[in-house]
């Protein structure tokens, strides 16, 4: 998988070193957000300027009706050999020596991939949850992906279908006569057909656990530290605010404007790439 990543820039040398010093401190907390994945071929729902990009499915609209459903799942079957294909960069992989160097003692991310996990990172709290889970909205039964894409294909023999990019949520785009003659899966312990992958759509909101998770980490850390991530939603923004309230160093890399540059004591407009590998050079 691959896609077109914005041009190198030279990197800011002052705040480079104020992250070092930073980060060499340890106990940080990490935030991730989709520029952490755009690297493996996973693009981000919003460009530099901070626009979106595509529109997402919603929450609201996924539960409306089977015909939403359908369009959702269409998608997202032929986009699923794709995404499920995406490997680490070289940014997961250093998050990951980070942790088991010691530094980082709690990582957050707000990306459904995997990518973290995959790259050697653990623990990882999943703040929107992962697209290789499957939850039946009407009983509560999960399934495995993989599982459910298979009773996909068995209820779709010969469904081809052509398709642009991948999108940020492991769907693609397909045309109306492609979507109308797919057929979805069915719960295997209630019939419904209300099966949603485990992640938070558009509109949805995070379980209040996981988010007090979250701030405990965030409180329990000597600095956050906001990786690819525009903040554009509250979801991940009241992480920094917390942080800021808190007195704690705010340290935030990414391409890009973003909601959280006046909390920020440290700002790298930059790429992950050029950044993180680095950063695990020069501290471990």
Known sequence: MTTALPPRTVLDETGYAALLA????????VLTGAGMSTASGIPDYRGPDGRRRVQPMQHGEFLASSGDRRRYWARAYVGWARFSAARPNSAH???????QAGLVDGLITQNVDGLHQAGGAAPVLELHGNLARVVCLTCGE???????HEWLRQANPGFTASSGDIRPDGDVVLAEAQVQRFRLARCLVCGSDVLKPDVVFFGGSVAKP???RAFTIVQAARSLLVLGSSLQVMSGY???R???????PVAVVTRGATRGDAQATVRLDA???????RLVADLT
């Open 22 to 29: 930073m980060v060499g401190r340890g106990s940080v907390a």
């Open 93 to 99: 992989r250093s998050i990951a020596r980070l942790q």
């Open 271 to 277: 790429l992950l790439g050029d950044v993180l590998p």
């Open 142 to 148: 999960g399934y495995a992906r993989e599982q459910v």
């Open 210 to 212: 996981l988010v007090e």
């Open 238 to 240: 009241r992480f920094v």
């Open 242 to 248: 917390r942080a800021s309230a808190l007195g704690m």
